[in-house]
Every structure is written in C-alpha cells, then in structure tokens.
C-alpha cells in the first residue's frame, strides 16, 4: 500500500530530522510507502498546483491532503482554501486514489517566533482555523469523505503538555511528531478495518 501525504510545513516535520518526521515513524510502524510530500510554508494553492505530479502520478492508494494555515498567515481567504481542498478530493476520486483530509494542529500564538509573529496577525489566524476545522467536517460528511481529526486528538493524547511539544508555536518537536504518527497510524488501520468489515458482509 502507498500513501501520499499532501501538505505543508506540518506535514514535512520542519525542526526535526527526517528520520523522526512522523510521516517517517508512520512508515515504519505501518510497514507501508509513506510518500511525504509536505514543502515548509506551502498553500492549498501550491498544493493543488502539483496535485497531478505528486500525487496522481504516483497512483496512491490513498492521500492525506492537509493545509490551510500558511494560506491564512498570508491573509488568504477560507473560501480559497475550500475550494483547493475541495479540487483536490474530488481530483482524487476521479483517479480511483482514496481522499483522506486531514485537519490541522493547534497554533500557540503567544509562543509563535517573533520575526513570524511580527508578519501576521495569528490572533485572526486562530479564529479563522477553528471555522476551516468545522467546515472540514461538514465537507467529509457530505461527500463521504474519511478525514483525520488531528487537532483533537493530538490535544487528547498531548495533555497538559501539549504545550511542550512545540518549538516555535508552529511546529513539533520530536516527541510530538511521535504522537502524530501514532494519531495516523491509528487511523489508517480503523479505516483499513473498517473497509475489510464492509466487505466480508
């Protein structure tokens, strides 16, 4: 089996070596071709750009398509990142590849680098996040579509020391790409279970 993973800065595990990205944990826990394809400070709009040469010409089984936030750094509207997201998906399925969205992490605006903090309003960043996150939900439910809530359960498995886990308000040190792994791992097996249920009725 071989899953693209679709992303950003989050996806590419900026801050730690490549050896303990999570995209690379997953791969060796899952016994699976884990492709990351997250590029540091991506939009959807750079994603969808080469949608067709990093995803569908690879022929994937699945692809986790994740992003968003760079878009709103830069004061991107939502509907922008909607509608990339949404081209996406159904680009996907029109190749036979399974669309899998991820919805992205938590952002510490108060522990964001300076120079980075100095460039957006991450105030606005958050609030506009939590309207994308809901909105992610609505749009798997209407399309069938699988999605990875890993905002709630990194914040579930994290605990009080989710805050810890950061090295810049952004991104995950190595302990937290460890629980996105684990939050990915768990979900690719569920969805694998669930479609072998599906199919022995």
């Known amino acids: 089996m071989k899953i693209v ?12 070596k490549r050896s303990k990205s999570w995209t690379r944990l997953a791969q060796d826990k ?17 994603m969808l750009s080469r949608f067709y040469n990093v995803v569908c010409a690879r022929s994937p089984e699945a692809v986790l398509i994740m992003g968003g936030a760079n878009d709103l750094i830069v004061g991107a509207g939502l509907g922008i990142i909607k509608s990339n997201i949404m081209s996406m998906a159904h680009q996907s399925v029109s190749r036979f590849i399974d669309p899998i969205i991820g919805i992205p992490t938590k952002i ?12 957006s309003d991450f105030g ?7 309207e ?5 939900k609505e ?12 905002y709630s359960e990194f ?3 994290a605990g009080d ?18 629980i996105m792994a684990e939050i990915f791992c768990c979900s690719i097996i569920n969805f694998k279970n669930n479609k072998n249920n599906k199919n022995s009725k």
């Open 5 to 16: 993973c679709l992303g950003d800065s989050l996806t590419y595990g900026f801050g730690v």
């Open 30 to 46: 899952l016994g699976i071709e884990v492709v990351n394809e997250g590029i540091n400070g991506d939009t959807t709009s750079g």
């Open 108 to 119: 510490n605006p108060e522990n964001v680098r300076q120079d980075w903090a100095e460039f």
């Open 124 to 130: 606005k960043v958050v609030q506009a996040l939590d």
């Open 132 to 136: 994308y996150r809901k909105w992610i």
């Open 139 to 150: 749009f798997c439910k209407a399309f069938n579509f699988k999605y990875i809530d890993f």
């Open 155 to 157: 914040e579930k498995k």
């Open 161 to 178: 020391e989710a805050v810890d886990l950061y090295i810049d308000g952004l991104h995950f040190n190595e302990k937290g790409n460890e």
